[in-house]
Protein backbone atom coordinates (compact mmCIF):
# COMPACT_ATOMS: atom_id res chain seq x y z
CA UNK A 1 0.00 0.00 0.00
CA UNK A 2 0.66 3.61 0.21
CA UNK A 3 2.31 4.20 -3.50
CA UNK A 4 2.64 7.67 -5.41
CA UNK A 5 2.93 7.56 -8.90
CA UNK A 6 4.25 10.60 -10.72
CA UNK A 7 4.34 11.36 -14.39
CA UNK A 8 6.41 11.99 -16.62
CA UNK A 9 9.17 9.70 -15.76
CA UNK A 10 11.30 11.94 -17.32
CA UNK A 11 10.93 14.89 -19.79
CA UNK A 12 12.72 17.19 -22.40
CA UNK A 13 11.26 20.37 -23.35
CA UNK A 14 12.58 23.61 -25.14
CA UNK A 15 14.15 26.84 -23.49
CA UNK A 16 10.54 28.88 -23.22
CA UNK A 17 7.72 26.22 -22.79
CA UNK A 18 5.79 25.10 -20.09
CA UNK A 19 5.89 21.86 -18.79
CA UNK A 20 3.21 19.65 -16.13
CA UNK A 21 4.04 16.69 -13.83
CA UNK A 22 1.33 14.96 -12.03
CA UNK A 23 1.72 13.56 -8.88
CA UNK A 24 -0.81 10.58 -7.59
CA UNK A 25 -1.44 8.88 -4.73
CA UNK A 26 -2.84 5.55 -6.24
CA UNK A 27 -3.94 3.65 -3.20
CA UNK A 28 -4.90 6.45 -0.54
CA UNK A 29 -6.29 9.93 0.04
CA UNK A 30 -3.64 12.44 0.54
CA UNK A 31 -4.51 16.03 2.28
CA UNK A 32 -1.51 17.17 1.59
CA UNK A 33 1.09 16.59 -1.12
CA UNK A 34 5.02 17.84 -0.94
CA UNK A 35 6.65 18.77 -4.10
CA UNK A 36 10.65 18.68 -3.83
CA UNK A 37 13.89 19.50 -5.99
CA UNK A 38 17.01 17.58 -6.29
CA UNK A 39 19.85 18.72 -7.79
CA UNK A 40 23.07 15.82 -8.23
CA UNK A 41 24.69 14.81 -5.02
CA UNK A 42 22.70 17.24 -3.21
CA UNK A 43 19.97 16.96 -0.65
CA UNK A 44 15.93 17.03 -0.99
CA UNK A 45 14.74 21.03 -1.83
CA UNK A 46 11.50 21.34 -0.30
CA UNK A 47 9.75 24.17 -3.22
CA UNK A 48 5.87 23.91 -1.68
CA UNK A 49 3.16 21.93 0.04
CA UNK A 50 0.11 21.42 -1.63
CA UNK A 51 -3.09 21.45 0.42
CA UNK A 52 -6.58 19.83 -1.38
CA UNK A 53 -8.78 22.59 -2.30
CA UNK A 54 -6.79 25.54 -1.63
CA UNK A 55 -3.86 27.10 -2.65
CA UNK A 56 -0.18 26.10 -2.19
CA UNK A 57 2.34 26.88 0.70
CA UNK A 58 5.76 28.05 -1.34
CA UNK A 59 9.04 28.24 0.50
CA UNK A 60 10.94 30.99 0.52
CA UNK A 61 12.84 31.77 -2.83
CA UNK A 62 10.12 29.81 -4.70
CA UNK A 63 8.52 31.61 -7.51
CA UNK A 64 4.83 31.25 -6.98
CA UNK A 65 4.30 31.82 -10.86
CA UNK A 66 6.70 30.25 -12.16
CA UNK A 67 6.07 26.90 -10.50
CA UNK A 68 2.58 26.52 -10.69
CA UNK A 69 0.73 23.57 -8.54
CA UNK A 70 -2.36 22.38 -8.20
CA UNK A 71 -4.00 20.04 -5.70
CA UNK A 72 -7.46 19.62 -7.89
CA UNK A 73 -8.37 15.87 -5.45
CA UNK A 74 -7.65 13.85 -2.86
CA UNK A 75 -5.16 11.84 -5.16
CA UNK A 76 -3.67 14.31 -7.50
CA UNK A 77 -1.53 17.51 -7.81
CA UNK A 78 0.03 18.75 -10.41
CA UNK A 79 3.32 20.91 -10.66
CA UNK A 80 3.69 23.31 -14.00
CA UNK A 81 7.22 24.76 -14.89
CA UNK A 82 6.15 27.69 -16.79
CA UNK A 83 8.79 29.12 -19.56
CA UNK A 84 11.16 26.64 -18.59
CA UNK A 85 14.87 27.94 -18.86
CA UNK A 86 18.29 25.58 -18.47
CA UNK A 87 18.61 26.47 -14.91
CA UNK A 88 14.97 24.58 -14.29
CA UNK A 89 16.22 21.53 -15.50
CA UNK A 90 16.65 19.16 -12.49
CA UNK A 91 14.67 16.16 -10.62
CA UNK A 92 11.78 17.19 -9.13
CA UNK A 93 10.30 14.55 -6.91
CA UNK A 94 6.66 14.69 -5.47
CA UNK A 95 5.73 12.99 -1.95
CA UNK A 96 2.10 12.88 -0.04
CA UNK A 97 1.10 11.82 3.87
CA UNK A 98 -1.50 10.14 5.56
CA UNK A 99 -1.67 12.87 7.71
CA UNK A 100 0.56 15.25 10.27
CA UNK A 101 2.82 14.22 12.92
CA UNK A 102 3.77 10.05 12.87
CA UNK A 103 2.96 9.46 9.93
CA UNK A 104 5.83 9.05 7.41
CA UNK A 105 5.75 10.39 3.85
CA UNK A 106 5.55 8.24 0.67
CA UNK A 107 7.50 9.99 -2.58
CA UNK A 108 7.20 9.29 -5.96
CA UNK A 109 9.46 8.47 -8.30
CA UNK A 110 10.75 11.07 -9.04
CA UNK A 111 10.91 13.34 -12.90
CA UNK A 112 13.80 14.32 -14.43
CA UNK A 113 13.43 17.74 -16.32
CA UNK A 114 15.71 18.66 -19.05
CA UNK A 115 15.04 22.18 -20.71
CA UNK A 116 17.35 22.37 -23.72
CA UNK B 1 15.92 26.75 14.13
CA UNK B 2 15.20 23.23 13.88
CA UNK B 3 17.59 21.42 12.01
CA UNK B 4 18.39 17.74 11.24
CA UNK B 5 22.71 17.37 11.02
CA UNK B 6 23.52 14.24 9.24
CA UNK B 7 27.86 14.93 9.82
CA UNK B 8 29.33 12.25 7.06
CA UNK B 9 28.51 13.01 3.63
CA UNK B 10 30.04 10.01 2.69
CA UNK B 11 30.50 6.70 4.42
CA UNK B 12 32.56 3.39 3.60
CA UNK B 13 31.91 0.35 4.53
CA UNK B 14 33.27 -3.41 4.04
CA UNK B 15 30.81 -6.13 2.61
CA UNK B 16 29.81 -7.87 6.33
CA UNK B 17 31.13 -4.96 8.39
CA UNK B 18 28.70 -3.06 10.49
CA UNK B 19 27.46 -0.19 9.31
CA UNK B 20 25.92 3.14 11.25
CA UNK B 21 24.86 6.30 9.23
CA UNK B 22 24.82 9.26 12.14
CA UNK B 23 21.57 11.70 12.27
CA UNK B 24 21.23 14.78 14.80
CA UNK B 25 18.58 16.80 15.58
CA UNK B 26 17.32 20.29 16.82
CA UNK B 27 13.58 20.26 17.15
CA UNK B 28 11.66 21.58 20.20
CA UNK B 29 9.51 19.03 22.38
CA UNK B 30 9.80 15.29 21.13
CA UNK B 31 9.56 14.68 17.10
CA UNK B 32 8.96 11.74 15.00
CA UNK B 33 11.95 10.18 13.71
CA UNK B 34 12.27 9.15 10.28
CA UNK B 35 15.10 6.97 7.76
CA UNK B 36 14.76 7.03 3.97
CA UNK B 37 16.72 5.28 1.26
CA UNK B 38 17.04 6.86 -2.07
CA UNK B 39 18.61 4.55 -4.69
CA UNK B 40 19.78 6.18 -7.99
CA UNK B 41 17.02 8.35 -10.09
CA UNK B 42 14.26 7.14 -7.96
CA UNK B 43 12.43 8.69 -5.23
CA UNK B 44 12.96 7.85 -1.44
CA UNK B 45 12.06 5.09 0.22
CA UNK B 46 10.70 4.85 3.95
CA UNK B 47 12.52 2.39 6.16
CA UNK B 48 11.75 3.30 9.92
CA UNK B 49 10.59 5.47 12.18
CA UNK B 50 10.39 6.35 15.71
CA UNK B 51 7.00 7.84 17.83
CA UNK B 52 7.53 6.44 21.13
CA UNK B 53 8.81 3.07 23.40
CA UNK B 54 11.76 1.25 22.48
CA UNK B 55 14.52 3.31 21.46
CA UNK B 56 15.65 0.41 19.02
CA UNK B 57 13.64 0.32 16.30
CA UNK B 58 13.27 -2.07 13.33
CA UNK B 59 12.45 -1.15 9.67
CA UNK B 60 13.01 -2.73 6.34
CA UNK B 61 15.98 -4.69 4.72
CA UNK B 62 17.28 -5.29 7.67
CA UNK B 63 18.34 -1.88 8.80
CA UNK B 64 18.04 -0.56 12.59
CA UNK B 65 17.95 3.15 14.72
CA UNK B 66 18.71 3.71 17.98
CA UNK B 67 16.86 6.73 19.31
CA UNK B 68 18.87 8.33 21.90
CA UNK B 69 16.78 11.59 23.58
CA UNK B 70 19.77 12.88 25.56
CA UNK B 71 21.59 12.93 22.89
CA UNK B 72 19.13 14.06 20.33
CA UNK B 73 20.21 11.62 17.67
CA UNK B 74 19.13 8.99 15.57
CA UNK B 75 21.63 6.61 14.25
CA UNK B 76 20.90 3.96 11.15
CA UNK B 77 22.68 0.77 11.99
CA UNK B 78 22.96 -2.95 10.07
CA UNK B 79 25.07 -5.10 11.82
CA UNK B 80 26.28 -6.69 8.35
CA UNK B 81 26.48 -4.67 5.02
CA UNK B 82 25.69 -5.78 1.76
CA UNK B 83 26.86 -4.21 -1.92
CA UNK B 84 23.63 -3.32 -2.77
CA UNK B 85 22.91 -0.98 0.46
CA UNK B 86 25.22 1.37 -1.48
CA UNK B 87 22.44 4.25 -1.85
CA UNK B 88 22.04 7.75 -0.33
CA UNK B 89 20.11 7.79 3.23
CA UNK B 90 18.35 10.57 5.01
CA UNK B 91 17.03 11.15 7.97
CA UNK B 92 14.30 13.08 8.90
CA UNK B 93 11.80 14.75 11.64
CA UNK B 94 8.25 15.85 11.76
CA UNK B 95 7.89 17.85 14.77
CA UNK B 96 4.95 17.18 17.04
CA UNK B 97 2.51 20.35 16.00
CA UNK B 98 0.17 20.85 13.57
CA UNK B 99 2.55 21.47 10.40
CA UNK B 100 2.52 18.78 8.23
CA UNK B 101 6.66 19.37 7.07
CA UNK B 102 9.29 17.01 7.83
CA UNK B 103 12.80 18.22 8.04
CA UNK B 104 15.16 16.25 5.99
CA UNK B 105 18.85 16.13 6.49
CA UNK B 106 21.44 16.72 3.70
CA UNK B 107 21.97 13.10 2.97
CA UNK B 108 24.47 10.67 3.81
CA UNK B 109 26.07 8.59 0.80
CA UNK B 110 26.86 5.07 1.97
CA UNK B 111 29.38 3.05 0.05
CA UNK B 112 29.56 -0.58 0.80
CA UNK B 113 32.90 -2.34 -0.72
CA UNK B 114 32.99 -5.69 -2.10
Known amino acids: GAVVSQHPSWVICKSGTSVKIECRSLDFQATTMFWYRQFPKQSLMLMAT?????????EQGVEKDKFLINHASLTLSTLTVTSAHPEDSSFYICSARLGPGPYEQYFGPGTRLTVT | AQSVAQPEDQVNVAEGNPLTVKCTYS??????LFWYVQYPNRGLQFLLK??????LVKGSYGFEAEFNKSQTSFHLKKPSALVSDSALYFC????????????FGKGTRLHILP
Open chain 2, 50 to 55: YITGDN
Open chain 1, 50 to 58: SNEGSKATY
Open chain 2, 92 to 103: AVSPQNRDDKII
Open chain 2, 27 to 32: VSGNPY
